[in-house]
């Protein structure tokens, strides 16, 4: 799969995750490098709806709350 073309401006990986260098790698390695439609911060993203900062590539279950809050 191709690279997630918000990895490099992703805020997550360059200020929320800067301090745990092995877990940002073990998420980028799974969402940005593989898999990014399944990555809770693009969900938000592609919706064009500002994705909070401390939302983990993982919480898909909150992602859709914010875009179903977000569609009223």
Avoid: T
């Amino acid at each position: 799969m191709a690279q997630c073309e918000r990895l490099s401006k992703c805020p997550f990986f360059h200020a929320e995750l800067a301090h745990l260098p092995k877990a940002a790698d073990q998420m980028k390695h799974s969402y940005c490098l593989g898999d990014k439609g399944s990555c809770a911060r693009y969900l938000v993203a592609i919706k064009g709806i500002p994705v909070p900062a401390d939302l983990f590539p993982n919480e898909n279950d909150r992602a859709l709350k914010i875009i179903s809050e977000k569609s009223r």
